[in-house]
């Protein structure tokens, strides 16, 4: 038997000011390096054979409190990166929404297929499920390998890995910042079983005036 956990990065400074990430770099602002140290601790409790994370900066800053805490090093692979939104990339929600109101509401409900340059669902399910697949391979009988990789991404990994076309993969939430999912299955064989989703833990010592952000990058 294999779990497969997959983490969504710390909140960053873009998602705090509703701007579109993308694949375009982002830092992690105070609450989301909170959230990367109140996590990694218990997903350590898991005991992850296996580190692989997404090369963009908020992932590896994620990443670099759950190696500590795991005593692994992590696999960085740019496979695991956020949906490229091409030229709607940096923009801040409300000026996507002025540009093109009518795609804007298509991308709120996460069909980023509708998104001028963006990247496919197809082509993220294909890599991502790709790079996910080479690390559960490392991983021996009984063990577990943790995936830092961003809230889309994510949610379209799990939906492709479950056999899930591309509506159903719709009906997922995004996932919050320092959210998680787990999937189980027993033999290569077998299919993978959906067992938790969108798991978080509270942060202590939270700034007064940080607040959630968007499920978004």
Not at 17 to 22: K, T, V
Not at 47 to 63: E, Y
Not at 74 to 83: H, N
Not at 116 to 139: D, F, H, I, N, Q
Request: proline share 6%; glycine share 6%.
């Amino acid at each position: 038997m294999v779990d497969l956990v997959l983490l969504r990065h710390g909140r960053t400074d873009w998602n705090a000011a509703r701007r579109i990430q993308g694949q375009a770099d982002s830092q992690l602002d105070e609450l989301g390096h909170a959230q990367a140290e109140a996590v990694a601790p218990v997903l350590a409790a898991l005991s992850p054979a296996v580190l692989w994370s997404s090369d963009s900066d908020r992932a590896r800053s994620t990443a670099s409190y759950v190696a500590a805490a795991c005593g692994l090093a992590p696999t960085f692979d740019p496979r695991l990166r956020e949906y490229s939104l091409g030229p709607r990339e940096g923009l801040f929600h409300h000026e996507f929404e002025a540009e093109a109101p009518e795609e804007y509401a298509r991308f709120i409900r996460a069909d980023w297929d509708a998104v001028t340059g963006a990247e496919k669902l197809a082509e993220v399910a294909a890599r991502m499920v790709a790079a996910v697949s080479e690390a559960v391979a490392t991983v021996p009988s009984d063990g577990v390998a943790l995936v830092v990789s961003h809230g889309s991404a994510i949610r379209t990994c799990v939906a492709a890995l479950l056999g899930w076309d591309s509506d159903e993969a719709l009906t997922l939430h995004g996932m919050d910042n320092c959210g998680w999912a787990v999937l189980r299955r027993r033999t290569t064989a077998e299919r993978w079983r959906l067992h938790a989703y969108n798991r978080t833990v509270p942060v202590p010592r939270v700034p007064p005036d940080l607040g959630p952000a968007p499920a978004v990058g």
